[in-house]
């Protein structure tokens, strides 16, 4: 995983006792800079998240140079299968730094050339003149920036593009947002959160116990202790012409696993297969939230976007 000088780093590491989740271990974890070496923190404390999965959480404070940063996980007792389980962060190498692209802004620097491929069905072209294209915001005025600089035209022919009037739907439905309100969001885990767009697996099973929870972290998040949070998935009508955006998912986030507080916060969901077996296969085929109702009952929506539903084979 990848993160910034200054920002804290979670580690995790999960032990079997037997082949089975090790829960109730004492474990330490170290951390180290793999350029010399060096010790960073000795033996701390870790936290036990369940069914064998624990982690320690390095302050930003801590994390003050350009470095791989690894973290050896022990469980001294040798009750464990494997009494020593590493785990690696790597911050601040070349790139990195651009991270603070905030996607609330949202100011994401596009590649004409990747934008030209993504938009070849629109009966887009552009040439070298184009360079003028600089950054796009996620405002309509922006947009229509966006398309005059890659000289967009569209005929009769053009069904797929449909009619962009300005509002967010069709934005969404031509480029795909992240709409993450004043939020810089990492989503953590075996899903895939890029271009706007989150990816799942139809009748897959997304469990903390099997290491495959929905994870998200943020810095920029109000304070959520107290709140109460849920993730809802809904069937987006525009990918069908029809019908309503009825509610597919909804699950509150695992309030155990919750990271609250100055810093980085957390929160995790658990998706099981009799939920996800309701997901649509297809492209853009829902969309998504997470909303968090505050201990002063304020409504945030914490991020929000688009789902890609893969289609399992084997059900």
């Not at 140079?65 to 040798?78: G, H, I, P």
């Amino acid at each position: 995983m990848i993160e910034q000088v200054g920002n804290a780093i979670t580690f995790y590491a999960q032990f079997l006792v037997s082949g089975a989740a090790g829960t109730g271990l004492t474990v330490t974890c170290t951390v180290y800079l793999g350029s010399d070496g060096s010790t960073v923190v000795s033996a701390q404390a870790t936290t036990e998240i369940g069914g064998g999965l624990y982690k320690y959480t390095l302050a930003s404070g801590s994390v003050g140079t350009e470095d791989d940063y690894l973290a050896v996980f022990n469980e001294a007792a040798a009750t464990a299968d494997q009494t020593d389980v590493p785990s690696l962060w790597t911050v601040g190498h070349a790139g990195i730094e651009n991270l603070d692209a905030n996607v609330a802004g949202v100011e994401t620097k596009v590649d004409l050339q990747a934008t030209a491929v993504a938009l070849a069905a629109l009966d887009v072209k552009h040439d070298a003149t184009d360079v003028a294209l600089g950054v796009v915001d996620g405002n309509v005025d922006d947009i229509e920036t966006l398309l005059t600089a890659l000289d967009v035209k569209h005929d009769a022919t053009d069904v797929a593009l449909g009619v962009v009037d300005g509002n967010v739907d069709d934005i969404e439905t031509l480029l795909g947002t992240w709409d993450t309100g004043s939020a810089t969001v990492v989503f953590v885990g075996p899903v895939s959160a890029d271009a706007g767009t989150l990816t799942l697996v139809r009748a897959d099973s997304y469990t903390e116990s099997l290491g495959r929870a929905i994870q998200l972290d943020s810095t920029t998040w109000p304070d959520l202790t107290g709140s109460t949070i849920t993730m809802t998935i809904r069937r987006r009508r525009e990918a069908f012409g029809t019908g309503s955006d009825g509610i597919l998912v909804a699950v509150t986030d695992k309030a155990a696993s919750r990271v609250v507080g100055v810093g980085e916060q957390t929160v995790v969901f658990e998706l099981s297969t009799t939920e996800t077996e309701e997901l649509l296969p297809g492209t853009s085929t829902g969309k998504f939230d997470v909303q968090a109702v505050l201990a002063d009952s304020t409504v945030i929506t914490l991020v929000s976007g688009l789902v890609t539903v893969v289609e399992d084979q084997t059900r």
